[in-house]
């Protein structure tokens, strides 16, 4: 067996050996302390790390059609990806602006490669030069959709084209910098238009992409300091090499992108450096060519695959181990030691000598019990989605034991052929004919250190099959201190894990797909077109199509004048007549014509039928009007009322309250049915409702939502909106708001609407605020009106439940009035000119300043605040310095202010020189502040001020005081007598800065 101890262990047990010996310690037992210094300096609990993947059964990274569709997340996770993928992102836009549907989806942290093709849905599309993708037939008609693309640089590229539509909601500033991107603009088209020419309904966005460059050592152009050097490969250790010490510890772009951080040249160092050898001979391997079936020839080992910031480290690392076959251990210096799936005639052999026990478990375990294995692979022949595979079937075990079906799902191997590789390794682990677990003294721990996936097991005892055999390591090792062993559990293996014959073996990969629009629906065929005339009626143009026998469709006639416009009728059914379906269009006057038709099949709109057909109208007729229904009852008996009408005898009298002769409740309940209507279908379908709002727009900039609500006011308007009120709040259930009934321009206006609401409030004269009332009486509801005079606002009222509020604007005064129920108009405050006025109390910053004792010099200095006044009584001699009060204040971080009035007592001519102190927790901040006292100033001020800006807990004052010298207060006159002092008051005052 080779001696291939780690050198730090072997010095370790040399050094214990050599100790031992030294001291006269038997040669028995330091050899054993020689063993442990061995174990303990190489290793833990166990021989750290994670060896070969052999179950399905693990945690999944997001599958290929995950990372595909736009996201939209208000904290998206940091993604990265390696090889190759189609992906979307999460939308940092998505908005709707004038004309535009827009959004900008972040792809991928960091730079990418670059973009291969662009798919809408699941249509590639080719993207021009100009941005903009080229039409499919009808579908994405030129300069609909424009896409940009941008990499990552870590100063980006503003889109032009998205910053001039979306205005200030997007600037120059918003680039994605250090994240590569893709901004979207789909313009907006009629109603009638969208499924032609957005056949797959909302545009969803993806692009194929060559995702993170990745570091190869291998190659001297590239330096692992320098990211900008290194290249995008699909070789599965390069890979996860760069996950492992880069990835893993990937930080923001905010930093600069550029220079890995110090936590990743560390883990370069660590874990991957000193096992660089291992490395490389791996992605050798996954470099090496293998023949397919179809005599092509591919690497052995890809990878493509999208890690997220949260994801589990072990979860992304197997999942890079089950793209290449992949096994690993950590070594006892820390570092990582690999191998990928090819089988190693083994160096390592467990002896006699060496081997503790050898425990088989014969035949197939019940948890890895399986003769057909399923799986999924990624297939860039089918647009980049998981796809699935031919099963890995064992023939024979089916026969005896029936079949037994698992999964090992394979999203992460770009390759058919690949995949069907690493299905039958997979079976040929679970189906080995024993399995168990390997003990062997502590040259076991050679294992992790020299990464010894298969070792031989070379016995003198035992049946001749199990005297020479070779066994794959498949998990951690267990260190038994009281024993001095490791434990590795094994399976039986050999060279045939990598037999592999193409034809025989290589399966069939699923068809491609071929995606295509759907079918552009032919039009219906126009046989005939004329003009109708008859003597009352005006001349009518006739249309006949084919009856395809089809009672789904309806149609839609086109007619075009001579100077070009053109008249799109309504949507019509039609009549079965002999040969086809006849329609009708019109009154039209006298004039050349053509007409057109299209029909709508189970919502798909077909092409206009072309050239239109021509028809001419030679003679006037009058207008088209029915004279009477077909009961006999004559049109003009229902009309409404004219003007005057005022006899109920009448019939035309009985609408006289009504709208184009329908009775002014059925209009109400019209409305209300309308506008309920109108706001199930603005929520239904919230994810579409939004391009929605975008692609509904027509040329003005208007949308269809906009020109029905504008209808709806109008028709509301015709209507005599009090009644309107009181049919939508009289259940409590809506209420409307009409804003020229409280309009202040006159009387007329008003007391036109005041003359038609008696029959709703039950009384002959109704007042605005009456109206306001009948609003405030529907519990929880809110008013809200708006007066104005010659154009201009001149006051705005609001009211919940008969509480008041009102902004009077009035000859440039601004007054706030509140009226609670019941109560009196109050108006607290004031704004005329350069003045606030205030009519009652009012509170300023948690202190109350009562209406009528505020003085406004306390307001000009900002100083309402509490004040605390100190009286020192009768202090006597101060010949040495006394403290005469201490004080704890909490300013917060504002501003203190001590007012000092020292009175003496037996006031003389000669003075008396007072220095006073202050200390604040103990410090002298005031120096000496010093004031005379003489009988012609018996009393006399000291004011200091102290800024607490940075303090916001208590702070401490002591004051103290002394007679001095004159001089000790910067003053020639006075001494210190030593003469008794009457009192000392202090002032304190405390404001915000």
């Not at 028995?28 to 609990?45: K, N």
């Not at 591919?298 to 089950?322: C, G, I, N, W």
């Not at 929520?683 to 709806?712: C, H, M, P």
Request: aromatic share 8%.
């Amino acid at each position: 067996m080779p001696n291939s101890i780690a050198y730090v262990a072997e010095a370790a047990a040399a050094w214990v050996m050599s100790a031992a010996l030294d001291a006269g310690i038997s040669g028995s037992t330091a050899i054993l302390l020689a063993q442990t210094a061995y174990f303990v300096t190489s290793t833990a609990l166990t021989v750290a790390g994670t060896a070969a993947i052999t179950v399905a059964t693990m945690p999944a990274l997001p599958s290929p059609e995950a990372v595909q569709t736009p996201l939209k997340q208000t904290r998206p996770p940091v993604r990265q990806g390696y090889g190759r993928m189609r992906v979307s992102g999460p939308r940092a836009l998505w908005a709707s602006v004038p004309g535009w549907a827009v959004e900008s989806n972040m792809l991928h942290e960091g730079r990418v490669d670059g973009f291969e093709q662009v798919y809408l849905n699941d249509q590639a599309v080719t993207v021009k030069s100009n941005h903009y993708v080229q039409s499919i037939g009808d579908a994405f008609a030129e300069n609909l959709i424009g896409i940009w693309l941008r990499p990552g640089r870590s100063t980006e590229i503003p889109t032009p084209d998205l910053v001039a539509a979306c205005g200030s909601l997007w600037t120059n500033a918003h680039r994605n910098d250090g994240i590569a991107s893709l901004d979207m603009m789909v313009k907006s088209v009629r109603q009638q238009d969208l499924s032609r020419r957005y056949p797959n309904g909302e545009p969803l966005v993806s692009v194929v992409t060559r995702l993170s460059p990745v570091y190869d050592w291998r190659d001297s152009t590239q330096v692992l300091t320098n990211p900008a050097t290194w290249k995008w490969s699909q070789n599965a250790i390069l890979c996860w090499a760069t996950w492992e010490w880069y990835g893993r510890y990937l930080e923001r772009a905010s930093e600069d992108n550029v220079t890995p951080n110090p936590q990743q040249l560390a883990a370069w160092a660590e874990e991957i450096a000193p096992a660089l050898a291992y490395w490389t001979l791996a992605a050798d391997i996954c470099d090496e060519t293998v023949m397919r079936k179809d005599g092509v020839s591919e690497a052995r080992y890809s990878v493509a695959l999208m890690t997220l910031a949260q994801d589990k480290e072990d979860t992304v690392r197997q999942t890079f181990m089950k793209a290449c076959d992949g096994w690993t251990m950590r070594r006892s210096d820390g570092s990582r030691m690999v191998r990928v799936g090819q089988y190693i005639n083994p160096t390592f052999e467990v002896t006699d000598s060496s081997l503790i026990s050898l425990n088989w478990e014969r035949g197939t375990d019940a948890s890895a019990k399986v003769n057909l294995l399923e799986g999924a692979f990624l297939s860039p022949d089918n647009d980049y989605t998981a796809q699935p595979m031919d099963p890995w079937a064992d023939e024979e075990a089916i026969q005896r034991e029936g079949e037994i079906r698992d999964t090992f799902d394979l999203a992460m191997v770009p390759s058919h052929s690949q995949a069907r590789r690493l299905l039958k390794r997979e079976m040929y682990r679970r189906r080995a004919p024993r399995r168990g677990t390997i003990t062997m003294d502590l040259s076991g721990l050679d294992v992790a250190d020299l990464g010894h996936r298969w070792v031989r097991v070379v016995r003198s005892r035992g049946p001749m099959s199990m005297r020479n055999i070779v066994v794959e390591i498949t998990g951690e090792g267990v260190v038994d201190f009281t024993k001095l062993s490791v434990t590795f559990p094994v399976r039986m293996s050999g060279a045939n894990i990598d037999a592999w014959t193409p034809a025989l073996e290589e399966g069939f990969k699923p068809n491609e797909t071929n995606r295509t629009l759907p079918d552009v629906l032919p039009p219906p065929e126009l046989l005939d077109a004329y003009a109708s005339f008859q003597s009352d009626r005006a001349a009518l143009i006739v249309v006949k199509v084919d009856n395809p026998h089809d009672d789904s469709r309806t149609y839609q006639l086109s007619i075009i004048d001579s100077t070009g416009a053109a008249t799109d009728g309504p949507w019509q059914e039609g009549d079965v007549v002999t040969g086809g379906i006849e329609l009708r269009a019109g009154p039209v006057g006298i004039g050349d014509y053509h007409v057109t038709v299209r029909a709508n099949i189970a919502g798909r709109l077909t092409e206009w039928y072309g050239p239109p057909t021509a028809v001419s109208v030679t003679h006037a007729a009058a207008p088209y009007f029915p004279t009477a229904y077909a009961d006999g009852t004559d049109i003009n008996e229902l009309k409404p009322a004219q003007p005057g009408a005022d006899k109920t005898s009448e019939n035309t009298s009985k609408d006289t309250a009504a709208v184009a002769g329908v009775p002014a409740g059925q209009v109400v309940a019209n409305i209300a049915a309308s506008a309920d209507e109108l706001i199930f279908q603005s929520v239904l379908n919230q994810a579409w409702r939004d391009y929605q709002d975008a692609l509904n727009f027509d040329s003005s900039g208007e949308s269809n939502q906009t020109k029905a609500i504008n209808a709806l006011y109008k028709a509301t308007n015709a209507l005599n909106m009090v009644n309107l009120i009181a049919a939508l709040t009289s259940d409590g259930s809506a209420m409307a708001l009409n804003s020229s009934l409280v309009m202040s321009d006159g009387t007329t206006n008003l007391a036109t609407f005041l003359s038609l609401v008696k029959s709703v409030f039950g009384s002959d004269s109704v007042t605005v605020s009456q109206v306001m009332q009948a609003l405030d009486a529907q519990s929880g509801r809110f008013a809200l009106s708006v007066s104005s005079s010659n154009g201009a606002v001149t006051g705005i009222e609001g009211g919940v439940n008969g509480n008041r509020a009102t902004l009077d604007f009035v000859s440039g005064v601004i007054r706030f009035i509140s009226t609670a129920i019941g109560g009196v108009a109050k108006t607290p405050m004031i704004i005329s000119g350069d003045k606030v006025i205030f009519t009652a109390d009012v509170e300023v910053d948690g202190a109350l300043l009562v209406a009528g004792s505020t003085n406004t010099l306390q307001i000009a200095n900002n100083a309402v605040t509490d004040f605390l006044s100190l009286d020192v009584g009768f202090i006597g001699n101060l010949s040495t310095e006394k403290t005469i009060a201490t004080l704890a204040i909490n300013p917060k971080g504002g501003r203190v202010r001590i007012q000092w009035r020292a009175n003496v007592g037996n006031p003389s001519s000669t003075e008396i020189a007072l220095r006073l102190k202050v200390f604040r927790n103990g410090t002298n901040i005031s120096g000496s502040l010093g004031t005379k006292l003489n009988s012609n100033f018996p009393t006399n001020y000291i004011d200091f001020v102290d800024d607490l800006a940075g303090y916001t807990s208590s702070v401490t004052y002591t004051l103290t005081a002394q007679t001095v010298t004159g001089t000790d207060i910067g003053d020639t006159g006075g001494s210190g007598i030593n003469r008794d002092l009457n009192y000392l008051n202090f002032t304190v005052e405390v404001k915000k800065k």
